[in-house]
C-alpha cells in the first residue's frame, strides 16, 4: 500500500517535472517546445537501442525513435506558413505533413512486423532473447 | 458557466496545461520504457506513451494522425510487442541484468546528443513561421490521393510484402523441432 501511494506520487512530480519543459519552451504554440519533445524522446529512444540487453526492448526504443521523428514532422507542418503550398495544385502544406506522418507509420509498422520475426526466429534457435549472447560469429 | 480562458491564479492558458501533462506523461512513460526491467511493464510504460504522444498529435492540429496513431501503435504495434515478449520469455533467463556494460557511454552519449540538438534548436531564428493551425482531415484526403498517391500505393506494397515476410520468417520450420 505504502509501495503504490509512494510510486504514484513519485510518478505525478516526475510527469509534473517533465511537464514543466513543455511550458518552459513556450507552451502548445510554439515550434520550439515540439521540437525538443521530440528530440528528447529521441535521446531516450538512443539510450534504450544502445543499453538494453533485451532485442525486444530494443525493438521498443526503435519505436520511440520513430515517433519522435513523427513529432518533428507533425511539429514543422502545423507551423508552416500558407504560402509554402504546391503551385500547381495549391495542396494543403499542412495536409502533406500529416499524410507524411501516416507514411511513416505505415513504414514503422511494417518494420515492427519483420522485427518481431526476425526475433523470433533466432529465439527459436538460440533459445534467449538476450543479444550479448547471440555470438556465433564470435566463433 | 463558462471556465475562463486562462487558469485563474497563474495565468497560463488551459491549452499549455493540457500540452504540459502530455508531454509529461510522454516523456516520463518513455524513460520507464528504457530503464525498467521487467519487460512487460516496458510494453505497457510504451503504450502510455504512445497515448500521450496521440494527445500531442491532437495539440498540434493533426487530429487524423492521433487517430492513426491510437490505432496503429496502441492498437497493432503495442499487442504485436507483448506478443512477442509473451513468446520469448523464458524462466531461465537472466531478468536481473536489463543493461549491457555499455550504458554508461549510452547514457553520455544520449545526453550529449539532446544537449547540442537544444543548443541548435535554440539557436535558430525560425523565421517564417505561421500561426499554428489544425489540418482539416479532407484536406489531408485530398492531398494523399493526389500528390502522394504513388507513395501510397507503394506503402501499400511494402505492407504486403512486410506481413508475406512476416508470416515466413516467423513460421515454424516443419519436422526441424522434431529433430532437436
Known amino acids: 500500500m505504502i509501495r503504490v501511494i509512494g510510486g504514484t506520487i513519485l510518478a505525478s512530480i516526475v510527469i509534473v517535472t517533465l511537464g514543466l519543459i513543455g511550458i518552459a519552451t513556450g507552451g502548445s504554440r510554439s515550434l520550439s517546445s515540439y521540437l525538443t519533445l521530440a528530440s528528447i524522446l529521441f535521446a531516450i529512444g538512443m539510450f534504450g537501442f544502445l543499453a538494453r540487453r533485451n532485442a525486444i526492448s530494443m525493438l521498443m526504443s526503435i519505436e520511440l525513435m520513430l515517433n519522435a521523428v513523427n513529432l518533428v514532422i507533425i511539429g514543422f507542418a502545423s507551423f508552416l506558413p500558407d504560402a509554402s503550398a504546391n503551385p500547381q495544385t495549391g495542396a494543403n502544406p499542412h495536409a502533406s505533413g500529416s499524410v507524411i506522418a501516416l507514411l511513416v507509420m505505415a513504414v514503422a509498422a511494417a518494420e515492427a512486423t519483420v522485427g518481431l520475426s526476425i526475433i523470433l526466429a533466432i529465439f527459436r534457435n538460440k533459445k534467449t532473447p538476450l543479444v550479448d549472447e547471440y555470438d556465433a560469429m564470435r566463433q | ?180
Open chain 2, 1 to 180: 458557466m463558462t471556465l475562463p480562458s486562462t487558469v485563474p491564479i497563474l495565468g497560463i492558458p488551459w491549452a499549455d496545461i493540457l500540452f504540459a501533462l502530455f508531454a509529461g506523461t510522454m516523456l516520463a512513460s518513455g524513460l520507464a520504457v528504457v530503464v525498467m526491467r521487467d519487460i512487460i511493464r516496458c510494453g505497457l510504460a510504451m503504450m502510455v506513451c504512445f497515448g500521450a504522444l496521440a494527445g500531442i498529435y491532437v495539440m498540434a492540429g493533426a487530429p487524423l494522425v492521433g487517430a492513426a496513431q491510437v490505432l496503429v501503435y496502441i492498437g497493432a504495434i503495442s499487442v504485436l510487442v507483448l506478443f512477442a515478449i509473451m513468446l520469448t520469455q523464458t524462466k531461465t533467463a537472466p531478468t536481473r541484468l536489463a543493461f549491457q556494460t555499455q550504458a554508461i557511454p549510452a547514457a553520455i552519449a544520449s545526453v550529449v546528443l539532446v544537449v547540442v540538438v537544444l543548443l541548435a534548436i535554440g539557436s535558430t531564428a525560425w523565421g517564417a513561421t505561421a500561426d499554428q493551425r489544425a489540418t482539416d482531415t479532407s484536406a489531408v484526403a485530398t492531398v494523399l490521393f493526389s500528390d502522394w498517391v504513388l507513395p501510397f500505393e507503394v506503402v501499400g506494397v511494402l505492407l504486403l510484402a512486410a506481413v508475406i515476410g512476416g508470416v515466413f520468417l516467423a513460421k515454424r520450420e516443419r519436422g526441424k523441432d522434431v529433430l532437436e
